[in-house]
């Protein structure tokens, strides 16, 4: 697979990020709403205007600078990385595919609204997992694998 295969896969998971965020806006219609699937899973609109896991929500409006900065330098060196990476490292560039979908996804919506749209619910009782979105999984799943890949190394 060539380079731009991996970039192509990055612009697909953007889109489905995206367009799972308006399903969400456009089903659940505002912040707070939930619909309950199970007795540990519902879907919860939710505006973050924090880092992961609402880490700074609740600051003055500096964390939507300082976060979209980051995500826009994480960015251009995970691009650069990836140029770098040799194409036979395919787990390696499929984690850094998954890093930068989920950052440039999240990015989007800072830009655009200022918070990042979460609606993934995980719950048990009491306990209430932070609600989270696609491209947190993409993150988060990219990370993990690029630890497994270079641990491995």
Not at 96 to 102: A, D, E
Request: charged share 15%.
């Amino acid at each position: 697979m060539k380079i731009k295969s991996y970039f192509l896969w990055a612009l697909i998971l953007i889109v489905l990020d995206q367009m799972s965020k308006w399903l969400a806006y456009e089903t659940l219609g505002g912040v707070g709403n939930s619909v309950d699937i199970n007795a540990f899973f519902s879907l919860t609109f939710a505006h973050n205007y924090g880092a992961a896991f609402s880490l700074w929500a609740n600051g003055d409006g500096w964390q939507r600078y300082f976060l979209s900065s980051v995500s826009v330098v994480a960015s251009i060196a995970i691009i650069i990385w990836m140029f770098k990476t040799p194409l036979k490292r395919k787990f390696k560039l499929v984690s850094l595919t998954l890093i930068l979908s989920g950052a440039i996804g999240n990015l989007i919506d800072r830009i655009a609204n200022g918070f990042v749209v979460d609606f993934i619910d995980f719950h048990y009782q009491s306990f209430y997992w932070p609600i989270f979105n696609f491209a947190d999984i993409f993150i988060t799943v990219g990370v993990a694998l690029l630890l497994i890949v270079d641990w491995k190394k």
